[in-house]
């Protein structure tokens, strides 16, 4: 029977069942391809599948993969089955193809019948886990894929004549000098309390949002903050203000008709306030709102679905993080808390010395930096003063060069980090260091 035969009227998903097991029975050199190309679990009808496993078993053991011995193997219940499939399918050429047909319609089935249990859900919390795992059916994994190095070669030199792709942009020049974030990687910034980990991914977050759909998971920082530190950073007035309500009727007629506050709302960036959150969660409302860009505020307030010591469960938290990352193609940014130092070595003037935080520095579990692909670790130059300079140190860099640091000053007034030129000044020519008192009102130091 010609290939032709497989005909129009089967549906598509049993077409390529057909085709796949048939593939598999006349030709044993296509059973390696299948096996890593597709799971049991693709197949939807317990027959198909049970003949699948039985040649996937046989082929994992070294044993011969044929009509008789799967068969054999899979029991005599299937035997007519089998020999039908042998009879439909005359050739192995285009099983690749009849794999990925599999695999998409039985994601298709999967998504049908969970769309049909949301339906009949009879809570909202059933519901809402329920698309949960919808979301993670759309995710999941697709099957192994092996590429020769010719392949590898001509994948190269088709990228290499074609744009660079488009790394996010942090607004930062030492950042975006150096690094090459882009889709589906997973990005550490690092900071120890009241160093101002949360204003400087709300500054790099509505940059990146000019260009990206950006979801900031705020599980610390409330929206009404969020919105006074945005509004600083971005419009004609100052955080304290805005704080003190010392805006007039005319200065609010000027930012309501300004172009800053048009090109500001012209960026997709969401604020999502949220006291608790787990991993599964994040990726799902992400899916929803088709975010390119998550920043999460801060990793270690994520809710844990492991049981264990907090180590363990951060350890979980980070791998789910990275996976993520990897299987849906969004960027994940996660703020994280570094340990504070516990000592300083002496200084000749008997002060402490400003430790320089390392990777070792991230609470919890070692876990973060092993995942990531970059860690970013921000400082203050000098301890004794909460409101002078910081570092940003490049840190862990898997596309480009790591051990770079820039130093940036903080503008409390406009909640903005500047990056401070070799004389000590900031690009913008204000002076490098703001030295703000503990008791002086009119500054809020960033958490």
């Known amino acids: 029977m010609k290939e032709s035969a497989i005909t129009p009227a089967a549906s598509a998903l049993e077409t390529a069942e057909q085709a796949i097991i048939g593939a598999m029975l006349i030709e044993e050199r296509c059973v390696g391809d299948v096996v890593t190309a597709i799971s049991a679990d693709d197949f939807v009808d317990a027959s198909y599948r049970r003949l699948f496993e039985a040649a996937r078993d046989l082929y994992n053991e070294g044993a011969p993969v044929d009509v008789v011995t799967v068969i054999d193997r899979a029991g005599g219940a299937v035997r007519d089955l089998a020999l039908n499939c042998m009879e439909l399918t005359p050739t192995a050429r285009r099983v690749l193809h009849y794999c990925e047909i599999l695999h998409q319609q039985a994601t298709l089935t999967r998504l049908q019948s969970a769309a049909l249990a949301v339906a009949g859900a009879g809570t909202l919390e059933e519901a809402t886990d329920l698309l949960a795992q919808a979301a993670g059916i759309v995710s999941g994994r697709p099957g192994v894929k092996v590429y020769s190095m010719t392949e590898i070669m001509a994948d190269f030199m088709q990228r290499m004549g074609q744009p660079a792709p ?42 990146i949002a000019a260009e990206k759909r950006v979801g900031f998971i705020s599980l610390e920082t409330g929206h009404e903050t969020a919105g006074d530190r945005i509004a600083a950073g971005n419009l004609p007035v100052t955080l304290p203000d805005i704080k003190r309500r010392n805006i007039d009727l005319q200065k609010m007629t000027d930012i309501v008709s300004g172009p800053e506050i048009s090109r500001l709302c012209g960026r997709y960036f969401d604020f999502v306030e949220a006291s608790s959150m787990t991993v599964q969660e994040i990726k799902s409302l992400a899916l929803a709102r088709r975010y390119e860009v998550v920043i999460i505020d801060y990793v270690q307030l994520i809710k844990p679905t492991v049981r264990g010591d907090r180590q363990e469960q951060m350890q979980d938290v980070s791998i789910q993080l990275r996976a993520m990352a990897q299987l849906t193609g ?8 570094l340990r504070r130092p516990d000592s300083r070595p002496a200084r000749t003037d008997g002060k402490s010395a400003p430790p320089a935080a390392t990777m070792a520095d991230l609470k919890e579990t070692g876990q973060f930096e092993q995942d990531a692909d970059t860690v970013l670790l ?19 860099n898997k596309d480009g060069h790591a051990g770079l640091r820039g130093r940036f000053s903080f503008d409390g007034k406009k909640q903005l980090f500047t990056p401070v030129k070799a004389d000590g000044s900031s690009l913008d020519g204000s002076p490098a260091f703001h030295e703000i008192p503990d008791d002086d009102p009119q500054y809020q130091i960033p958490f």
Do not use: C, F
């Open 378 to 396: 921000m400082y203050l130059v000098d301890p004794e003063k909460r409101g002078g300079d910081r570092y940003i140190k490049i840190e862990k």
């Open 330 to 337: 969004i960027t994940v940014i996660a703020l994280a808390q």
């Open 166 to 207: 488009p790394y996010l942009k942090w607004g930062l020049g030492m950042l975006d000098a150096n690094l090459h974030t882009s889709a589906g990687h997973y990005v550490i910034l690092g900071a120890r309390p009241s160093t101002g980990k949360t204003a400087l991914g709300l500054q790099a977050g509505l940059n």
